[in-house]
């Protein structure tokens, strides 16, 4: 069974510094990997979807990494902002279901 | 354009009693997936519909729960003589195709269940 972690559960940084969140999970043998932010009484927004044949993926501020054959991606935020204030989530996607990890809780300090 | 959205956004029910969650997904997209929320825990993956094929139920914790969706489009989840430890956020997700390999899924809101 795919087992995924993150680290830390927990983040809190001043305005302005750079990040990584970290994504772990115990089987490589993924069809692509999505990192998610979850905003309260929104539901999920996708922000980054990987392939298992791609290394990683940027969107502005965010670039996802992936090593697949470790089972670690990271997502890297520059210049972060309170807006980003918010939980991380990545999922993998095995066979045809999704494990998604517990969440990193960021907190961005104006 | 609209979004997934679900209703209700809360519902609070009697251990004992039945529920019934909605999903309206983003239309034209195939897949709709079901997904479950506990507190301080990560999503789980529920049941999944894609187009006219059977459903794959293979999340669903008991047979409790059940859902369907008609005409391919709106869905509803059944929970039957909900338990306490039924309480978590559920949310509903939707995709252009299969979703499994390359399409990224898109969220609805959620609604949280609370059993007491």
């Known amino acids: 069974k795919q087992e995924v972690t993150q680290i830390p559960a927990a983040l809190s940084v001043p305005e302005g510094e750079n990040l990584v969140l970290n994504c772990s999970f115990t089987?490589?043998?993924?069809?692509?990997l999505q990192w998610f932010r979850q905003d309260p009484g929104k539901g999920l927004t996708s922000l980054l979807l990987?392939?298992?044949?791609?290394r990683e993926q940027t969107s502005g501020r965010l670039n996802a990494s992936l090593d697949k054959s470790s089972g670690r991606s990271t997502l890297y935020i520059a210049a972060s902002q309170p807006g980003d204030s918010a939980t991380y989530l990545c999922?993998?996607?095995?066979?045809?279901?999704?494990?998604f990890g517990t969440g990193t809780s960021l907190t961005v300090i104006p | 354009g609209a979004g997934v959205s679900q209703s209700p956004s809360n519902k609070v029910t009697e251990k004992g009693k039945d529920v019934e969650l909605r999903c309206d997904p983003i239309?034209?997209?195939?897949?709709l997936y079901w997904y479950r929320q506990s507190l301080g825990q990560g999503l789980e993956f529920l049941i999944y519909?894609?187009?006219?094929?059977?459903?794959?139920k293979s999340g669903l914790p008991s047979d409790r729960f059940s859902a369907e969706r008609t005409g391919g489009s709106v869905s509803t989840l059944t929970i039957q003589r909900t338990q306490q430890e039924d309480s978590a956020v559920y949310l509903c997700?939707?995709?252009?195709?299969?979703?499994?390999?390359?399409?990224?899924?898109?969220f609805g809101p959620g609604t949280r269940l609370t059993v007491l």
């Open positions: 519909f894609q187009g006219n094929s059977a459903p794959d």
């Open positions: 997700a939707s995709s252009t195709t299969s979703g499994a390999s390359t399409d990224t899924q898109y």
């Open positions: 999922a993998v996607t095995f066979g045809n279901q999704f494990y």
């Open positions: 990987i392939q298992s044949s791609q």
């Open positions: 089987d490589s043998a993924i069809y692509n």
């Open positions: 239309s034209g997209h195939t897949a």
